[in-house]
């Protein structure tokens, strides 16, 4: 009989592998205890040589092999002389039918494959007894081939450790096979030999990345090995981009720390050594045993199926599209196109917070870097650049289009979300209804706000991402791009947001770094923006709408209450006057109108499921929060007048919260819920009455425009000087007068800076331009030549008055430009009267962007371009289907990594 010695390898003092040796049918000649420090080629290195076993049975101390395991390995390889390595059943302690290891092997690119990992022990692998390898644990190995290979490679201390040995063997010319009827019960994690705890899921990936790099470097030809080496960082980043792409970002850290682990290897050389000493055969001996490419896809699909019977469908599967949906949206559609009636056909829009945008994408983009702006630009201007693409011929007309859509976009975003709450038909199409007809959004398109609008349109995609950012991968990305874009458009929604966020990465711990890394990319846009507000001691600068500063009557506590973001209790206090009734009647009939949604939020709080209906009023009170908070900041100015917050913004999301409150209620009322819900739909919309008339009618500030702020003539010059000065005076109705100088054919929105809008008090330029004004705007005998050529300004336009006292100004100042002996007047226009300077001389362009702000737009770029990349569904989706109702899956909201991942790189062999 072959003599046998047993290793044991203790962690944590177990010793349940020594007892259960007492009770072998073939007991080992030897026992040698090891400690989890001592490595065991050191260990057995120290067993005398003559005479000494010719088997060595690896174990870890607290494995509970079975009393027949060695000798079932002793009579495997006693007929067969040779085999020098075999490897038993490694199975769970707690079921043992379930597999946890039996067998390993390698694809072509040298990515370890378990044969038979976590699998039901069902005799399916029990025919195929020839393998490339096995683990450490339970290994039974020849003394002689221990000593001919030197044991296991030191750079391999824990992942790939068996394998490595039994490749190196089996070029040594002997073979490895695996015994079905021994059987060894190990913990969980085979092949973390002497760890005390098994590595979480990014460890070992890491672990088997570092392994796999270091056995290619120890099996490459030497020629190759430079070649190796230097790609190891470059390809580390390559294959950092396919696990992202992967939804697998978490494994990325490791990917960098294996390939620099492997960059200073310092155990490569040894390895190579000992390879180059040992091998008998070529490479062509074990080709068969590797798995083939088609094999590996089918395991990484079996992979995902099993991921999916791990973590089941979704508790709420969206709706079908059709046909509520569709309905929503194309009435929604239509009604948007009726009200917008007046609107179409044009080029550009203006009025209120709108201005035209620049004439051609390329200007849009680089006017990122900041170029010459006083102040980093804002992350709205990002934004902008993206809406102002979708239609490059004429990036203003993009504007337009949302002024028309805006209505449909808004009820398609609130209907998906809703389907995330309810499986019913009903619910989805009340919240797409009623998230249309929020009196912050309509008023929004009344007074012209864009980044209102288009925060209230990206607000349910976003909540709907934060949803599902705990299963997917996918989701957290978008999730990300959506957080920064709605916190661009409405900087005073971050701080309800970013808790929001805090609470829901509380709530889903596994989940809690995909979750709290969505705001990163709104944080990286807005970094520089950040670091000049602070610097500057106006951190409330941060909050402030971005675009043109507009004021506007602050509403009461009551009036936000109802969702009106102004004094004018959403249009009814005009309303009721065109109606011959007394405006007190407005607050009472936007109380009594919108009473059935308030009684039905409070009523979801009482009824099944209400624990669903809290986190949406949260929202609500949180929105409503916000909302008061600005009306009471006003960290910038126009005219010489504090602007305060707009309020809508804040709004916005109290009334996502209600809608949420009531998508719940209306799951929980039956069949009561069409008959509520329909009183519901009907009082809203008649509560927002005289908004939708004010739309239809053009009763805000919002017309159609050619494009042009500023008369053709001065359009016409900038096209031969972009940075051609225009001194602009509007009369005001407080009887003062605004000035400001456009360059090249005027302001343009993308241009406009919060960082300017927010400045504490004026700059010398600010002074200089406020004396320019005044001394034009009254006689005298100032010579304003100097003062002119210094800022490059050639025309003045004096805009027409508003009425009050505004028309009195207006009417002195174009009396004082007229008797000005530097200028010409040229004449009136429809943007104003206008004078010329003859004797203007075009100052020098102005200077690009610097090198620090290309180098922060580069940094941005990059993680925006990582996060589209994360947010891009790369899986295979599959359709849960039920009655009427069906759920599509991504592949990508594994919570851990499993070893059929992205693994072959597709860059060099191991093989010799």
Partial sequence: MPGVSAILVARDGGDTAERALDTQTRRPDAVVVVSAGTSLARAVAGLPTADGPEWLWLLPADAVPEPDALARLLAAVEVAPSVVIAGPKLVDPGDRALLRSFGESVTGYGATVGLADDELDQSQHDADDDVLGVVLPGMLVRRAMWDLLGGPDPGLRGSDAGLDLSIRARLAGGRVVRVAGARVAVAPSPQDFTRRRPLGAAAQYRARRAAQLHRRMAYAPGAAVPLHWLSLLPLALVRSLGLLLGKRPAAIPGEIAAALTAIFDGSVAGARRTFRRSRRVGWTAIAPLRIPPDVVRERRASARDREHARTGPPDLVRAGFFPGGLAVTLVAALLGAVLALRLLGSTAITGGALLPLSVDPGTLWAGLTGGAQDGPVDPFRAVLAVLGSLTPWNPSLALVALWVVALPLAALAAWWCATRLSTRTWPPILAAALWMLAPSFLAALIEGRPGAVLAHVLLPWLLF???????????????????????????VLAPVLVAAIVAWAVAHPRALIRIVAIPLPALVLAAPLIAAQLARGTPLGLLADPGVAVPSAVPSGWQLLLGSPSAGVGGWTQFASALGLPELVATPASIALLAPLAAVVLLALFLPGAGRALPATVLALG????????????PSSSGGSAVTIWAGTGLSLYWAGLIAAVVVAMAALGRLAVGVGAAVLLSTALAVTPSLVALATGAGPVIATDGRTLPAIVAAEAVGDPDLGTLVLRPLDDGSLAASIDRGAGTTLDEMSTFAATRPA??????????????????????????????????????????????????????ALDAQPALDAVGDTGRGSLWRYPDHVPVAASEGSSSLGALALSAQAVVVGLTVLLALPTGRRRRLAGPGTHHELDDDHDEGFDSAGFDDDGFGDDRG
């Fill in 762 to 815: 004026p700059d010398e330029s600010q002074r200089e331009l406020a004396e320019l004004a005044g001394n034009l705007a009254s006689r005298g005998g100032f010579d304003p030549a100097p003062v002119l050529d210094r800022l490059g300004i050639e025309f003045v336009v004096l805009t027409p008055g508003t009425g009050g006292d505004s028309e009195l100004v207006r009417e002195r100042a174009a009396e």
């Fill in 465 to 491: 991402a934060l949803l599902e950012a705990p299963r997917s991968w996918s989701a957290a990305g978008a999730a990300g791009l959506l957080f920064a874009a709605v916190v661009a458009c409405a900087p």
């Fill in 623 to 634: 929105g409503l929060l916000t909302a008061v908070a600005s009306v009471h900041l006003a």
